[in-house]
């Protein structure tokens, strides 16, 4: 669902990270003392045959597992390839503690799995997953609940980072077998969200899956299901996500999971923060009992759901706690399920591929009707329509607001929090700018919403914050919307010079890269709607910021910018008083001598940089024509 992996640590239950590392490891004071640091003591103890000795090896590898300043010398050992087997060992603890301490490892990012994987790690936990017997409807105790538990969010880490590893699990044909476990009446709510995780990464971008879960009868029916806590919310929204990467499902169900998703979208996330006020103030920090780990790439469950048998008599705190992250974590997912839908490229792609085989093809969801039934953009009509009809619009704006005053103060000592509501706005802004993208202007809300939503977003840009994400997505959004602007002059009719240089300034002292663009993007956006002598002042800054500019990519929509502002008016006369016939040609040696160096460099932008030297080569040529005369 475009989500980025990122390093979450889980403190298993009942652990001190700054005692109890001590004391788990005390157990190897023996073989420490003979020379063996404390990972080579660990492996001792995993190869002893006595079970306690087993678990306490395992223990100590969970704990260790949890400092990030240890994973490469966990990766230099043999740790992972003498544990690997205790995955299958034959007693219910030793297979807890394994999937537990590996799954602790598995979240410090895709160099770490890559490596799980190379060591084979797949064999045993595959083999662990492929035992159990689904059928029953539950599990016989709980802790082979908790080991499916944990073994489950490690293949998930696993398949999210590496291909080899979901190559591995649609070979295992582990898939239908785990669509059983979907049913939360039957196996509980920790696990159906755990395997809806799970599906969610496998099936993205991932056609083998797409035929099976396209006949799954439990995704579209989960979307109605009446939700009873945010939980079960979060189940409707991981169904609708999945649904989502299966191109014929997406285009089947568009309305059933836009209505499904709706309910979350009202849900007002600060006032459910505001109201959890005093369980966030109790809370212990997030190095002793994190709280609150929300995370849309990596781990989705709550600390109470960790390594560790899950606790049967939870606080009410806990609980409500617990509630508040589904719904954090569900409202997220909201935002990349429509950025996601309001993309058609998959939907096309899906009818277009020649290699696809009469066995893997979905049944046919009246899939013409829908590509005939189109909207704005090719977009499915019934999208469309149940954006407008919901006011989605509107409610996805105000998911995107900064916090309110006292929901900062409340977050003031929790900057977990914080930056997991950082990362949900950006995720809400990121949607905007899509829908920008592909809507018109009217299904947007009208000239005038967009207006004051650009101006709205440069009042949070001027006011600065140091989050380079958040300024991304609000610029990103803002150079959108702005585009949508291009017909409607009068709408700029006061702007000001001192308005002008506020974008100019924020330009200039601008460090990040991609930021940078987008403000120089505007800037030749807004060389079309002003008056000449603000004209001058964008033409002047361009001129001089891509004189400075080292990277060619930005050098590129600089001077794409530039080009803009002459593509409505001539404007002869800043021409001759900025002497641009000399400055563009300096701009074109410069532009050249930064493509010889870094065209090994362009990737996925060598099409579009190319473009633009074409351009700026007709631009050049067209100034030297116009000071000739």
């Known amino acids: 669902m475009g989500k980025i992996r990122k390093v979450k640590t889980r403190t298993p239950s009942g652990v001190d990270t700054s005692v ?107 083999s662990l997953l492929l035992d159990y017997d689904l059928t029953k409807n539950g599990f016989d105790s709980e802790i082979l609940s908790d080991i499916f538990l944990q073994a489950v969010h490690l293949l998930r880490n696993l398949c999210e980072s590496s291909p080899t590893a979901t190559e ?42 797409w035929n099976l879960l396209a006949n799954a009868n439990i995704l579209p029916e989960l979307l109605t299901v009446p939700a009873e806590s945010h939980g079960q919310l979060y189940l409707n929204a991981l169904a609708a996500g ?149 006011q989605m619009v509107q409610k996805l704006w105000e998911k995107a607001q900064p916090l309110d ?17 950082a990362k949900m706005r950006v995720s809400y802004l990121i949607c905007l700018q899509n829908l920008c993208n592909v809507l018109t202007a009217e299904n947007l809300g009208g000239y005038s919403d967009i207006y004051n939503m650009w101006m709205n977003l440069g009042q949070q840009a001027f006011k600065g914050t140091e989050d380079a994400a958040v300024m991304e997505a609000i610029t990103s959004l803002m150079r959108s919307s702005l585009s949508l602007l291009k017909s409607r002059r009068d709408l700029f009719g006061q702007m000001t010079e001192n308005d002008l240089n506020m974008i100019i300034e924020g330009a200039s002292k601008c460090t990040v890269m991609d930021i940078r663009v987008n403000w120089n993007r505007m800037l030749g956006t807004l060389g079309s709607l002003l008056s000449e002598s603000l004209v001058k002042a964008i033409v002047l800054f361009l001129l001089n910021s891509c004189a400075r500019e080292d990277d060619l990519w930005a050098l590129s929509e600089g001077l794409d910018a530039l080009m803009d502002i002459f593509a409505v008016d001539d404007w002869p006369q800043i021409i001759a008083e900025l002497e641009m016939c000399e400055r563009v040609l300096a701009l074109e040696e410069l532009f050249k001598s930064k493509l010889r160096q870094q065209k090994r460099e362009l990737k996925e932008r060598k099409a579009t940089i190319y473009t633009v030297k074409t351009n700026f080569a007709r631009f050049v040529s067209y100034l030297n024509k116009n000071c000739k005369q």
């Open 20 to 126: 109890d590392l001590e004391n788990a490891l005390d157990n190897a004071t023996e073989e420490e003392a003979t020379g063996c640091g404390p990972i080579e003591a660990i492996c001792v103890h995993l190869q002893r045959p006595d079970v306690e000795d087993k678990l306490n090896g395992l223990h100590s590898f969970a704990v260790l597992a949890l400092r990030k300043e240890k994973v490469r010398e966990i990766c230099e050992s043999e740790l992972v390839r003498i544990a690997a087997p205790l995955l299958c060992d034959r007693e219910p603890a030793i297979r807890d503690a394994a999937a537990g301490a590996f799954r602790n490892l598995s979240v410090f990012g895709s160099e770490v799995c890559d490596f799980l994987v190379d060591n084979d790690i797949l064999t045993a936990l595959l």
């Open 168 to 209: 591995a699990f649609n070979q295992a044909n582990l898939l239908s077998r785990l669509l059983l476990c979907l049913d939360y009446r039957k196996f509980g709510l920790d696990i159906a969200l755990s395997v809806a995780q799970l599906v969610l990464v496998v099936s993205e971008n991932n056609s083998s899956s």
């Open 405 to 421: 005053p006292s929901v900062e103060k409340l977050l003031d000592q929790q900057e977990n929090i914080r930056e997991k509501l």
């Open 242 to 390: 999945i649904l989502c990467n299966v191109p014929a499902c997406a285009a089947a169900h568009t309305r059933e999971i836009l209505t499904s998703l709706n309910q979350l979208l009202t849900i007002d996330t600060q006032a459910q923060l505001l109201g959890c006020k005093s369980e966030i103030q109790t809370a212990k920090s997030k190095n002793e009992a994190p709280v609150l780990e929300i995370s849309m790439e990596t781990e989705e469950l709550s600390e109470a759901q960790s390594a560790n048998p899950a606790k049967t008599n939870e606080s009410e705190g806990e609980e409500a706690l617990q509630n508040l992250e589904h719904l954090l974590d569900a409202q997220r997912l909201v935002a990349e399920i429509i950025t996601n839908l309001g993309s058609s490229d998959d939907q096309s792609e899906w009818g277009s591929d020649s290699n696809q085989s009469e066995t893997e093809s979905v049944a046919d969801y009246e899939m013409e009707e829908d590509a005939a039934d189109s909207g704005s953009g090719g977009l499915p009509a019934n999208f469309l329509e149940t954006i407008k009809q919901n």
